[in-house]
RNA sequence: GGGCCCAUAGCUCAGCAUGGAUAGAGUGUUGGACUUCUAAUCCAAUGGUCAAGGGAUCGAAGCCCUUUGGGCCCGCCA
């Protein structure tokens, strides 16, 4: 609760003096005020304005009168400001108590939105033919940071990676090994789906280009991929699967993980499509174009002036957009689970176990990925098909909400980058292309990044051995690469720019992460733990009330992340969690204070911020070193 | 032609959901602070017709409409 029992006290006591006003229906807020108007802050003078016939101050000031009578313990007193807002000061003794000792413990920060619900958070899902670049990234770390937010808000999550290990583009690569004699082994130990998407499929795509007569290659590939018993398919699964363990490990390395892969090519098999194809037809929801240009196809009627979607071909094929449909059901649990599971084969990070569909039915596993709501993370390009598969499965649940497409922008390149790549784009930015080899791989970043924080922490700590330098420029690099990622608003276009995406100074994730080594040290070297008999009248310096006051904050803006589905709330409190320490430790010392009380109590305030800011951090799945 | 998104300081972005006080950060530029709990830091200065116009409101960066500029999407491809 922490700085939520005040303002909640608060919002008891305005209802109250409301009721007696014999007022109703007024929707006032109660928010932590702006620097310099006390602590709290409520504009409900605003709103009963009209209704009483009285100017807001005044207003303020016979609710202010009045609230002098309400029991309260936490609240020291009000203000009717002139403005008619009316503002309150807490007693901070009581509060400042209130904040430190709930910031111990485990359960701080969390919130019970989702009342132990089951949700689902399906991210990554990239085409299994390439590397990672940055532009999947931003999509991974959305979906992983949003997915533990809501694990913080009470949902029990599940996410899922699904895997189109079946599409035209994993023929495109089959063809490259097939037929234009492509090595199945990278040269100079490149890792394998960086030689995929660097070589063959950006070669491979490249000779469409120059000879049209390989359409034809491309065309029989793919048919024969249909088949899962062809050597075709066989040889495309191993492949894929190759290309997915490289892509996973990028994940794992960037302390993002996931509960369950779902392929394709198994749902396509699985049958599903058929059983949803009869219900959506029976629910009317599709119709059958007996003329037109659309004549002899199964489509979906676009709303407004939108143009028909087609769901089945005329020769009775299903379209891209309709394999997405079973899969949207399965998730929400709206169909009978056609698959069982197994282990995936490798062992993901901090031990979460990964498992993957299968249609072998000697995996006896029975398990349930399914959520009462999903969260399907896809950039806003795929707004139009999210967009018929949201409304469409509002009809199969009557809930308007439960499928909910997570909508971002994209990632682009800067003109710099992009001329770094051998595009010249005269000064504009560049979107990424894989065909077109037009990208920037996540490994190399990380490696960029790693190269740089391994020099920076060296020089700061001559003396350190190698391996804990590598362990911290890790954590720092991977820090640097989520926060970039996370901390703007999901409708901002991120232009990458990767001379710009090195810096550590300013608004990153090491500014964040040096905080807490600041805070570390502190602690290291007081050689004594906090007691918690605290004498709170002794904490009276600003930046010493600012600190207890944003940590007190913590479980306001998980609220507020996750109400609004927006992980950039969290990254926005970290960093001024880091500010407000940062003011505090040039302004106050902690130890040598020669008043053991004191010096007591700022030990308590400065763990109290690195628990939690340890807590915040960790929602962003970014670890804070004790050194750097 | 239709649809979605963006526009706030030189640059990158908060604030907009739920209208109300003094529009905030970072970066850049300029100046200052390391014999001190780590300067990946802090302090100060600088920098704004909140794209334009209109509307509703006691009150708009925020809501409604229009316009302009920019990005993206609209295949019997995936």
């Not at 130990?189 to 491979?204: I, N, R, S």
């Not at 560049?430 to 960029?448: E, T």
């Not at 740089?452 to 700061?460: H, V």
Request: hydrophobic share 35%; net charge negative.
């Amino acid at each position: 609760m922490a700085f939520k029992s005040i303002i909640d006290e608060i919002e008891n006591n305005l209802n109250k003096i409301l009721n007696d006003l014999s007022i109703s229906d007024v929707k006032f807020t109660v928010e932590p005020s702006k620097p310099g108007f006390g602590d709290v802050s409520s504009n409900i003078s605003f709103l009963l304005s009209k209704q009483l016939k009285k100017s807001p101050k005044d207003i303020a000031e016979m609710i202010s009168e009045k609230y002098q009578h309400c029991s309260n313990t936490l609240v020291l007193k009000t203000e009717a400001h002139q403005s008619g807002y009316l503002n309150f000061f807490a007693n901070w003794k009581k509060l400042n108590q209130l904040i430190l000792s709930e910031s111990y413990l485990d359960e701080f920060g969390d919130v019970d939105i989702g009342k132990n619900s089951t949700i689902v958070v399906e991210h990554t899902s990239v085409n299994p033919n390439k590397a990672l670049h940055i532009g999947h990234i931003r999509n991974i770390i959305i979906g992983d940071t949003l997915s533990r937010i809501l694990k913080k808000a009470n949902y029990k999550v599940s996410v899922l990676n699904y895997i189109d290990d079946s599409g035209l583009q994993v023929a495109d690569l089959i063809v490259g090994f097939k037929h234009f004699g492509f090595d199945q082994e990278p040269p100079n130990g490149k890792k394998f789906d960086h030689y995929c998407g660097d070589d063959v499929y950006v070669k491979t795509t490249e000779k469409y280009e120059s000879d049209s007569s390989l359409e034809e290659i491309r065309k029989n590939i793919l048919k024969e991929l249909e088949d899962s018993n062809s050597d075709t398919a066989k040889f495309a699964n191993k492949i894929t699967r190759r290309v997915l363990v490289n892509q996973l490990e990028t994940c794992w390395n960037l302390s993002v993980s996931y509960d369950c892969l779902n392929f394709e090519s198994q749902i396509i098999r699985s049958g599903l499509w058929s059983k949803i194809f009869e219900k959506i037809k029976g629910m009317n929801l599709v119709e059958f174009e007996n003329e037109g240009k659309n004549v002899g196809c199964w489509v979906i009627r676009g709303v407004d002036k939108e143009e028909d979607k087609i769901i089945v071909r005329s020769n009775g094929t299903a379209t891209y957009i309709a394999k997405d449909i079973p899969y949207a059901a399965w998730k929400l649990g709206l169909v009978e689970d056609p698959f069982h599971y197994q282990k995936y084969e490798k062992k993901q990070p901090h031990s979460r176990v990964l498992w993957q569909t299968t249609l072998d039915s000697n995996n006896e596993s029975v398990k349930n990925f399914t959520g009462e709501k999903v969260i399907t993370v896809i950039d806003s390009r795929q707004a139009r098909l999210q967009k018929i598969i949201t409304s469409l499965m509002a009809k199969f649940k009557s809930v308007s909400d439960a499928y909910v497409h997570l909508s971002y922008e994209s990632v682009t390149l800067s003109a710099e980058t992009a001329k770094s790549l051998g595009l010249d784009t005269d000064g504009k930015q560049a979107q990424m292309s894989g065909r077109r080899g037009l990208y920037v791989n996540a490994d190399s970043v990380y490696d960029l990044l790693k190269k740089k924080t391994i020099e920076e922490t060296k020089k700061r700590n001559p003396e350190m051995d190698s391996s804990e330098i590598e362990k911290i420029a890790h954590h720092i690099s991977v820090g640097t690469l989520r926060y970039e990622m996370i901390k703007q608003d999901l409708d901002k276009i991120i232009t990458f720019d990767l001379t710009k995406s090195l810096s550590l100074d300013g608004d990153t994730a090491p500014y964040i992460q040096y905080a807490h080594a600041r805070a570390t040290r502190i602690l290291e070297k007081s050689e004594r733990s906090p007691s918690i008999e605290v004498d709170f009248s002794l904490l009276q310096e600003k930046s010493e009330l600012d600190l207890i006051k944003t940590i007190g904050l913590f479980d306001i803006h998980v609220r507020d992340a996750v109400n609004n589905l927006s992980p950039k709330v969290i990254a926005r409190y970290c960093h001024d969690l880091a500010v407000v320490f940062n003011s505090f430790y040039e302004h106050v010392k902690v130890l040598e204070l020669s008043d053991a009380q004191l010096e007591n109590s700022r030990l308590c305030i400065v763990n109290s911020f690195k628990i939690t800011l340890e807590k915040a951090l960790d929602l962003l799945g970014i670890v804070a070193p004790d050194r750097m």
